[in-house]
């Protein structure tokens, strides 16, 4: 501990020192003579534009992240007709829209701040004024021009001082001086702002009102690995060293003639072409040739450390800043890609909505004259799913829609409308027509009311709707006490009433498909409440025999060719979403498509419970 005593009292700083070996705080030892001074290498203009031209690190660092910015572009949330909203993409194309937004926010990233200014048309002598848009003409806006910080954009003293404005404590005016263009003052109204890095407010002031470039973390990193591919570069030619030990060459250099020295360099030089071209080298008795080559172990490893570095200075993944494939066992890199991609996109809500929102209503008053009501923009994802893993999603957003539809908390057109608005994403239910989400009914119906089965009209098998099989019909495995046939029986074979208490076993924990998986395993006892069905409660699940249980069913389900296992990881759905309908003998189908599961009462004492006794296909 160290004790500084001060005229207005005691301070006490704790740190780590240990004089004697020269450790700690304030020892004259090599970290503690570590400093960082304040560079603010965003004001070298010269510095950013030489690596941004030179140093393809650089370029990529600055060029990426816009590009995966705009990539798959924005989508603008509104009740518009079609035909305006293809004006208005339209107008996007003819100002250029994409380039410059790109334009505007590399300029942004490189030199810490660039704007874009709102041209329209007739506004020429009230660029000072704040922008009215009941003054914007049709077909009057005509894009906007792009300036980095240094080249024709600078922030004025005066500030927004109204709270209520979204760039409040920000430059009112900007003085715009560019090729082409007089000096002008423009009205922050009609400034599109790109800044870069955030900074602290003194530091914010220094810089003009402006960020920090992207270069300036990353600077240091960058010199070291630069310096570390130039060394290994320069290895390249020290790989390989010969060596030719002459005798009394000592003494030819110091006590000899420059004749006899020259007849040594000329030997010499001979020698050289000899090995060169007819690999031969001539040499006394005496002499002697030794070759050293250098071993290049490890660096690989330091060189990818240095690139790693640079990359999470960069917050970027090696893959995307380096055009490297990911290294190791199994390695993908989706999940670096994935942080990426989540970084963009609150790059897009934080430096580009703002931008579009302030530029949007411009754009729509001059094309329609108004500004919709419900005027919002959304961004498209920035990662574009594989065929995989669109029909991946395809098959969830379909699962999920029916099973809401089967549970009555959707009609069958918001369902229908859910599915056709997936297809952007999937690439499937896009023939579903505006006139088939008409027809549809739009009434929610409760689950068990007689409500058709969303996976039939999608021609996912029969409808649950469709008649129950007669209950004098076998059904398979027959239930308990029930006097049903086991399946494929005759009229004059025996009644099955299987003795269940003396197949129940062992009690497993589980629920749903664990509870299915944990039978499978043990391949016997049984599951006690392994599913709930509202209006029946809790059921049970019994591994059973080959006459009975779920041993019964697969080897059933095997018999007619169907892979009996994989047929039973249907089970909970079909309990969870299917039409409960209850038979005369008392007992319950579940059915949902063409699967059926048939749900037995079993007294145990005074106490009913339920069984599952069937599982098949209707």
């Known amino acids: 501990m160290i004790s500084v005593k001060q005229a207005d009292g005691i301070r006490t700083t704790d740190a780590f020192m240990n004089a004697m070996a020269r450790l700690g705080y304030g020892q004259p030892n090599m970290l503690e003579f570590t400093e960082y001074p304040l560079t603010r290498l965003t004001r070298d203009y010269n510095l950013m534009n030489s690596l941004y031209r030179s140093h393809w690190v650089i370029r990529r660092l600055i060029d990426a992240v816009p590009e995966d910015m705009t990539k798959n572009w924005f989508q603008v949330q509104s009740q518009m007709p079609p035909d305006d909203a293809r004006q208005l993409e339209r107008l996007e194309r003819v100002v250029n829209l994409r380039m410059k937004l790109i334009e505007g926010l590399r300029w942004g990233r490189l030199y810490g701040g660039a704007a874009g200014v709102i041209m329209i048309a007739g506004h020429e002598d009230i660029l000072d004024e704040p922008l009215d848009l009941d003054m914007v003409m049709p077909d009057s806006f005509k894009g906007i021009l792009i300036l980095d910080r240094w080249s024709g954009v600078y922030p004025m003293l005066d500030l927004v001082e109204d709270i209520g404005d979204p760039e409040f404590g920000l430059p009112k005016y900007y003085s715009i001086t560019a090729e082409g263009v007089p000096n002008t003052v423009v009205h922050h109204s009609r400034i599109l702002r790109f800044s870069g890095r955030d900074l602290p407010h003194w530091e914010r002031q220094a810089e003009s009102y402006w960020g920090a470039s992207e270069v300036e973390h990353v600077f240091d990193e960058l010199k070291k690995r630069d310096n570390t591919s130039w060394n290994i570069a320069q290895l390249i030619f020290v790989a390989n060293l010969r060596v030719l030990k002459m005798n009394e060459l000592g003494q030819i250099l110091v006590g000899g003639t420059a004749q006899l020295q020259n007849q040594l360099y000329s030997t010499l030089q001979a020698q050289n072409w000899l090995m060169n071209n007819m690999g031969m080298h001539v040499m006394d008795a ?53 942080n990426y991609y989540d970084s963009i996109e609150q790059k897009q809500e934080s430096q580009l909505r703002p931008v579009l929102e302030k530029l949007l209503p411009v754009m729509c008053v001059s094309e329609f004259g108004v500004i919709p009501d419900d005027l919002l923009v959304s961004f498209n994802p920035c990662r574009r799913p594989s065929e995989r893993e669109k029909k991946d999603l395809g098959k969830n957003i379909a699962d999920s829609v029916i099973n809401a539809f089967n549970a009555g908390l959707i009609s069958q057109r918001i369902s229908l409308q859910e599915l056709r608005q997936s297809a952007e994403f999937t690439g499937m239910w896009s023939n579903i027509t505006d006139d088939a989400i008409e027809k549809a009914s739009d009434e929610v119906e409760l689950p068990g009311e007689g409500m058709p089965d969303l996976g039939g009209l999608l021609g996912g098998g029969p409808s649950a709707s469709q008649e129950e099989p007669s209950t004098n019909e076998p059904v398979i495995d027959g239930g308990p006490g029930s006097g049903r046939k086991p399946e494929g029986g005759s009229s004059e074979e025996k009644e099955y009433s299987p003795d269940v208490a003396k197949l129940m076993g062992k009690e497993y924990p589980g629920k749903g498909q664990a509870a299915i998986e944990r039978l499978l395993q043990e391949k016997n006892g049984h599951v006690k409440g392994a599913f709930h069905r509202k209006g029946i409660g809790e059921i049970d699940l019994l591994w059973g025999d080959d006459t009975f249980g779920l041993q019964h069913i697969i080897k059933r389900r095997t018999e007619e060719g169907l892979d009996g296992e994989s047929f039973l990881f249907d089970l909970p759905k079909v309990i969870q979403n299917g039409k409960v309908k209850k038979q005369s003998d008392g007992r319950f189908a579940i059915s949902l498509g063409d699967t059926k599961a048939v749900i037995s009462p079993e007294l145990r004492g005074d106490k009913v419970t339920f069984l599952l006794t069937a599982f098949e296909t209707t």
């Open 286 to 338: 005496k002499d002697s040739m030794e070759t050293h080559q250098y071993t290049f172990s490890g660096l690989s490893e330091v060189y990818d450390a240095f690139m790693m570095d640079v990359a999470g200075a960069a917050e970027m993944p090696v893959t995307k800043l380096f055009g490297r494939s990911p290294a190791g066992l199994n390695a993908t890199g989706e999940s670096d890609m994935q």
